[in-house]
């Protein structure tokens, strides 16, 4: 699930393998230049929020080592 606000940003829903280390990337041109906006160990379905005031183009990915 992918939603944004202006007030609060881009926000998007994740599930993933329990017990699993994520780092979710983002960048703002194309090709890619891979920013890293949090790192998390997945236990449960979890929103990651970018609160960042976004440009008009913004790509995100989910990498697991």
């Known amino acids: 699930t992918t939603s944004y606000n202006a007030v ?3 926000a998007f829903t994740f599930e ?3 017990g699993q280390s994520y780092t979710v990337e983002y960048s703002d041109v194309i090709p890619p230049n891979w920013m ?3 790192n998390f160990t997945y ?3 979890i929103t990651i929020t970018d609160p ?3 440009p008009t183009q913004r790509v995100y990915r989910t990498v697991s080592p």
């Open 8 to 10: 609060s940003g881009m």
């Open 16 to 18: 993933g393998i329990v």
């Open 36 to 38: 890293t906006l949090t």
């Open 43 to 45: 236990t449960a379905p």
């Open 52 to 54: 960042a005031t976004l």
